[in-house]
């Protein structure tokens, strides 16, 4: 049985710390404070641009109506964190086999009882935490899980966090200045309703390209994890799974194509990850290098 230490909010189950389960509505109301900022700011820079900038104005209004659409079903359908002993046991199993082999500390561990993000490690206060979606988990096999959860290990053993908080502030700084220099164009002069409007969309364009970077990342967190959990062929069939459970998550979110071209460029994901095809071939091929022939037993 888990056992919960609540000074922390954290229960520990098998020697793994698990978030303690919260609320829907205390886990989802500053996410919806913070669309209705999104909605106020682009309001704001409409209304701005309007008079001298007409197109500007469309631009920008356009941006912010398929913002909001895009994060109302997200936070319609996003849960809170859970806690099961059975899948806390699931998990706590492999996470601290694969650990110890890694010689990494043991991350705290958040099930989410939402399918919006699959398999994800994030850094807190410098504190890792895996995140998982309790109803992937529960439809995987232990196989499939160990396999992934070592994947996410070798973000965590190959210090992944840095180089994805440097490409996330580069975009926000090229967003910042490509918006004050578009703003001075235009008008002279630095129009804070329009320019602060402008940030995101110019920094959603900067993060398009420097998401391409984070493909070597992705390639080399499947070589480490295939090489952790030494189960190559469980991962690439692990990751088609994930892929297809993501896919589904963004059909029922944004709808299938080509309806979702509506909500272009904010309901597709960012080229973030190398395509799936290659992703399985290199691991098959990694199974393929690793099987050892046996000798024949005969003469």
Same mark, same amino acid.
């Given at each position: 049985?888990?056992?919960?230490?609540?000074?922390?909010?954290?229960?520990?189950?098998?020697?793994?710390?698990?978030?303690?389960?919260?609320?829907?509505?205390?886990?989802?109301?500053?996410?919806?404070?913070?669309?209705?900022?999104?909605?106020?700011? #682009?309001?704001?820079?409409?209304?701005?641009?309007?008079?001298?900038?007409?197109?500007?104005?469309?631009?920008? #209004?356009?941006?912010?109506?398929?913002?909001?659409?895009?994060?109302?079903?997200?936070?319609?359908?996003?849960?809170?964190?859970?806690?099961?002993?059975?899948?806390?046991?699931?998990?706590?199993?492999?996470?601290?086999?694969?650990?110890?082999?890694?010689?990494?500390?043991?991350?705290?561990?958040?099930?989410?009882?939402?399918?919006?993000?699959?398999?994800?490690?994030?850094?807190?206060?410098?504190?890792?935490?895996?995140?998982?979606?309790?109803?992937?988990?529960?439809?995987? /096999?232990?196989?499939?899980?160990?396999?992934?959860?070592?994947?996410?290990?070798?973000?965590?053993?190959?210090?992944?966090?840095?180089?994805?908080?440097?490409?996330?502030?580069?975009?926000?700084?090229?967003?910042?200045?490509?918006?004050?220099?578009?703003?001075?164009?235009?008008?002279?002069?630095?129009?804070?309703?329009?320019?602060?409007?402008?940030?995101?969309?110019?920094?959603?364009?900067?993060?398009?390209?420097?998401?391409?970077?984070?493909?070597?990342?992705?390639?080399?967190?499947?070589?480490? #994890?295939?090489?952790?959990?030494?189960?190559?062929?469980?991962?690439?069939?692990?990751?088609?799974?994930?892929?297809?459970?993501?896919?589904?998550?963004?059909?029922?979110?944004? /709808?299938?194509?080509?309806?979702?071209?509506?909500?272009?460029?904010?309901?597709?994901?960012?080229?973030?990850?190398?395509?799936?095809?290659?992703?399985?071939?290199?691991?098959?091929?990694?199974?393929?290098?690793?099987?050892?022939?046996?000798?024949?037993?005969?003469?």
């Amino acid at each position: 049985m888990g056992r919960e230490r609540k000074e922390d909010r954290v229960v520990v189950c098998d020697g793994v710390e698990f978030m303690a389960p919260s609320g829907r509505v205390r886990a989802n109301w500053i996410r919806w404070l913070n669309m209705l900022l999104i909605a106020a700011i #682009g309001v704001w820079g409409v209304s701005g641009a309007f008079h001298r900038h007409p197109y500007v104005a469309v631009a920008i #209004g356009v941006f912010y109506i398929e913002a909001c659409l895009v994060q109302i079903p997200a936070l319609i359908r996003s849960g809170g964190v859970v806690f099961r002993d059975d899948l806390a046991r699931k998990v706590a199993t492999p996470l601290r086999e694969l650990t110890a082999i890694a010689h990494c500390a043991v991350p705290r561990v958040v099930l989410r009882d939402d399918a919006i993000r699959v398999a994800v490690v994030v850094q807190v206060r410098r504190a890792v935490r895996l995140i998982l979606s309790s109803q992937w988990a529960d439809s995987v /096999g232990d196989r499939q899980l160990r396999a992934v959860v070592a994947h996410e290990l070798a973000h965590v053993v190959h210090s992944d966090f840095r180089a994805i908080r440097i490409r996330q502030q580069v975009a926000l700084y090229v967003g910042i200045a490509a918006s004050i220099a578009f703003t001075v164009i235009a008008t002279g002069t630095v129009t804070l309703s329009m320019y602060v409007a402008l940030i995101p969309l110019f920094a959603l364009g900067a993060r398009v390209p420097l998401s391409v970077l984070n493909r070597r990342l992705e390639r080399q967190a499947d070589s480490g #994890g295939a090489q952790l959990s030494g189960d190559p062929n469980g991962l690439a069939m692990a990751l088609v799974e994930v892929k297809s459970f993501g896919d589904a998550t963004r059909r029922r979110l944004y /709808g299938a194509k080509p309806w979702r071209w509506l909500l272009f460029p904010l309901s597709f994901s960012m080229p973030t990850h190398p395509a799936m095809s290659k992703r399985v071939r290199m691991l098959t091929e990694t199974a393929r290098d690793q099987m050892v022939i046996l000798p024949s037993s005969g003469p």
